[in-house]
C-alpha cells in the first residue's frame, strides 16, 4: 500500500486518520495477534561522553551521574523475571568505564541466569568489534534509535564530534552482527520537517529494522533545547501507525515519552498499532536521576507497581500481556 505521508501527518479529515489507525491494528493483528509484549527497562548509567542537544544526560549537563553495580542490575532482573519479564533492556549513556570486558561479564550472567529471557542493549555507538563481543556474550538485540535520517537534521541536534554516518555504519554493523536491530527518531524534535520524517520512514522502510522506538521530544532543563515546543502527540500516533503499516511485523513500542505527554498516551499508542510497553525495572533511587527529558513516568514507582499498572492498563483496552520474550516474527513476511 503505498502512503501518502505528507497527507497523512497533515490531514485534519478525522475519517482519514480512523481508517490509518484502523489499518495499523489490523497489521498489528494478524501478525502478533492482541497481544502487547513487556520489556524490562534498566537504566544501567547515566553518566555520558556524548554532547547531544536535547538529552538530559549529556556530558555538559549538571547532574548527579550513578552507575549501577553487577549486583544491582542481576537484582533487577531476578525482581522482572518474578514480575513476569523474558527481555531485559539495558540502556545508558556512553560511559566508558562500561567496557566490554565489564558489560561481557553482566551480559554472560544474565544469559546464564535466565536463558529463557532476552537480552537488549541500548548502550549508544560502540566500535563493530565491541558489538561483536556483546553478541558472543549472549546479547540477543540492541536499539540504537538512527535520531534522524537526514544529515544536516542530525547535525543541529548533536555537536560536530557525533556523525550520521558512523551513527548509520553501527546500525548496519549490528544487524550483520544477527542482532534483532531497533532504530527511531524523536517526533517533534528542533528543525524537524515534514521533509526529515519523510526520509525517517524511507529510511525504515529500506532497512527494515525488527523494532523502531519513536516518542515525542520532550525539553530537558540545562539543554540548548530546554526552551524549546514538546513534540505532538498526535503527530506521534500517526507516525506509529505509519510505521506499523510499512512493517506489518515490527515490535513497536508506546514509549514512556508518549505516557509522559499525555495521561493515556500509551493505551492511544496501542490504539494506532504499536504492540511493546517497556515498564521501568531500574531501583528506585536512581529512576528520577536518568532524567534525559522533564517529568518523566514513573520515577517514584517500584518496579512490581509500574508492572502492574501497565498490565491493568493493557489488559483494559482488551490487549492480553502474555509472559513471553516477544521475539520478532518471521512468519507470513
Ligand atoms: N546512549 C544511548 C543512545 O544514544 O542510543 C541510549 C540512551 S539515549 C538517552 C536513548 C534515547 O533517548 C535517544 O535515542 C533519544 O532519542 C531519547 N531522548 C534523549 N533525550 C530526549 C528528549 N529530550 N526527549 C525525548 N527523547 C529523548
Known amino acids: 500500500m503505498a502512503l501518502d505521508i505528507e497527507h497523512l501527518l497533515t490531514t485534519s479529515d478525522p475519517t482519514a486518520i480512523d481508517s490509518l489507525f484502523h489499518e495499523a491494528c489490523r497489521l498489528r493483528d494478524e501478525a502478533y495477534g492482541r497481544k502487547v509484549f513487556m520489556r524490562g527497562l534498566i537504566e544501567i548509567s547515566n553518566h555520558c561522553k556524548n554532547d547531544c542537544l536535547y538529552c538530559g544526560i549529556r556530558r555538559s549537563n549538571t547532574c548527579h551521574r550513578y552507575r549501577l553495580t553487577k549486583e544491582q542490575i542481576l537484582d533487577c532482573c531476578r525482581q522482572g523475571h518474578a514480575l513476569g519479564f523474558r527481555t531485559f533492556v539495558l540502556q545508558g549513556g556512553e560511559d566508558g568505564w562500561m567496557t566490554d570486558e565489564v558489560l561481557c561479564d553482566i551480559v554472560s550472567t544474565i544469559r546464564r541466569e535466565y536463558p529463557d529471557c532476552a537480552i537488549t542493549l541500548s548502550l549508544g555507538e560502540r566500535g563493530k568489534e565491541s558489538f561483536r563481543r556483546l553478541r558472543e556474550a549472549g546479547a540477543d538485540r540492541y536499539l540504537l534509535r538512527h535520531e534522524t535520517a537526514d544529515s544536516d537534521h542530525y547535525s543541529r541536534l548533536h ?12 546500525l548496519h554493523d549490528l544487524r550483520e552482527l544477527g542482532y534483532q536491530v531497533g532504530c527511531g527518531f524523536m517526533v517533534g524534535s528542533p528543525f524537524q520537517t515534514i521533509e526529515t520524517l519523510k526520509k525517517d520512514i524511507a529510511f525504515i522502510a529500506d532497512f527494515r529494522p525488527e523494532m523502531v522506538g519513536i ?6 532543563d540545562g539543554t540548548p533545547f530546554e526552551h524549546e515546543k514538546a513534540g505532538s502527540v498526535e503527530l506521534t500516533l500517526r507516525l506509529l501507525a505509519i510505521i506499523r503499516i510499512t512493517l506489518p511485523h515490527v515490535l513497536l513500542p508506546a514509549t514512556s515519552a508518549l505516557g509522559t505527554m499525555h495521561p493515556k498516551g500509551r493505551e492511544l499508542a496501542i490504539r494506532a498499532g504499536a504492540n ?23 520515577t517514584g514507582s517500584e518496579a512490581a507497581e ?28
Not at 159 to 167: G, K, L
Not at 215 to 220: K, Q, T
Open 159 to 170: 555537536p560536530a564530534e557525533m556523525s550520521f554516518d558512523h551513527r548509520m555504519q553501527c
Open 306 to 333: 509500574s508492572a502492574a499498572d501497565i498490565r491493568a492498563r493493557m489488559k483494559a483496552i482488551g490487549m492480553d500481556v502474555p509472559v513471553d520474550r516477544g521475539d520478532f516474527l518471521t512468519h507470513n513476511l
Open 215 to 220: 516518542g515525542p521530544f520532550i525539553p530537558a
Open 276 to 298: 511493546v510497553v517497556m515498564p521501568n525495572l531500574s531501583p528506585q533511587d536512581t529512576r528520577a536521576l536518568y532524567s534525559i527529558y522533564n517529568n518523566k513516568l514513573s
